[in-house]
C-alpha cells in the first residue's frame, strides 16, 4: 500500500520560502509515476501545484511556475517543494500524493493526509 | 490555461435520489478528465479517471460520461456514504480542477 506523509513547518512569515518534504512508502519512486503537490486554501478548491518523475523532470502550474521548485530524493525516497515569496494567499493545506505516468502525469491516485501552512507574521 | 467549470456548486439530494453533476472544459480535453470526492478534513478520493473509467474498488452506482469539453457524473441511487463535495479535473494539458460541487441532505 502506497502511503504519502508531509511534513515541514507549520508557519512561514510572509516573503520568506515554504518547504515541504512528502516520505513516501511502500513504493519506490525510482520505480516510476510522477510525484505531485496540490493544495488547498481554507474552504476552498484545489489547486495543482506541480509534479516531478524520479528522474527531475518537471511540470509546473504556469501561474505558479515562477515562484516554485519541486525535486526528489530517491535515496530517501522523498521529494519536495519549495514555494519562494509568500503572501497570505499561499495559506492552504498542501498535499503531497502519487501520479501517473507519461500523459497522465497528474491523475492522483494516492494522497499524504495534508498539511496546513499558515502564512504569517 | 484550461478553465474548468462544474455545475450545480451545491445540490441538496435525498438517500436513493439519483444525482447528476456537470463539468465544462473552456477548451477540448479529450478523454482526460478525472473526478475526486473529497469529504471534510479528508482527502480527496480518486472515483473516475479518463472521464469513464471506474477506479478500483470504487461503487458501481458512480460513472462518468463525456468527451471533448462536456463531462458529468452520475450516481444512480445516492448512498448516505455519497455526502460529500465532488471535482472535476483535467490533466490534458498540465491540471486544473473545478471549483467543486457540494451534495448535501435535502
Given at each position: 500500500q502506497v502511503q504519502l506523509q508531509e511534513s515541514g513547518p507549520g508557519l512561514v512569515k510572509p516573503s520568506e520560502t515554504l518547504s515541504l518534504t512528502c516520505s513516501v512508502s511502500?513504493?519506490?519512486?525510482?520505480?516510476?509515476y510522477y510525484w505531485d503537490w496540490i493544495r488547498q486554501p481554507p474552504g476552498k478548491g484545489l489547486e495543482w501545484i506541480g509534479n516531478i518523475w524520479h528522474s527531475g523532470s518537471t511540470y509546473y502550474n504556469p501561474s505558479l511556475k515562477s515562484r516554485v521548485t519541486i525535486s526528489v530524493d530517491t535515496s530517501k525516497n522523498q521529494f519536495s517543494l519549495k514555494l519562494r515569496s509568500?503572501?497570505?494567499?499561499?495559506?492552504a493545506v498542501y498535499y503531497c500524493a502519487r501520479g501517473g505516468e507519461?500523459?497522465?502525469?497528474?491523475?492522483?491516485d494516492y494522497w499524504g493526509q495534508g498539511t496546513l501552512v499558515t502564512v504569517s507574521s | 490555461d484550461i478553465q474548468m467549470t462544474q455545475s450545480p456548486s451545491t445540490l441538496s439530494a435525498s438517500v436513493g435520489d439519483r444525482v447528476t453533476i456537470t463539468c465544462r472544459a473552456?477548451?477540448?480535453?479529450?478523454?482526460?478528465l478525472a473526478w475526486y470526492q473529497q469529504k471534510p478534513g479528508k482527502a480527496p478520493k480518486l472515483l473516475?479517471?479518463?472521464?469513464s473509467s471506474l477506479d478500483s474498488?470504487?461503487?458501481?452506482r458512480f460513472s462518468g460520461s463525456g468527451s471533448g469539453t462536456e463531462f458529468t457524473l452520475t450516481i444512480s441511487s445516492l448512498q448516505p456514504d455519497d455526502f460529500a463535495t465532488y471535482y472535476c479535473q483535467q490533466y490534458n494539458s498540465y491540471s486544473t480542477f473545478g471549483q467543486g460541487t457540494k451534495v448535501d441532505i435535502k
Open positions: 511502500g513504493y519506490s519512486i525510482s520505480n516510476g509568500v503572501t497570505a494567499a499561499d495559506t507519461g500523459a497522465s502525469s497528474a491523475l492522483v | 473552456s477548451q477540448s480535453i479529450s478523454s482526460w473516475i479517471y479518463k472521464a474498488g470504487v461503487p458501481s
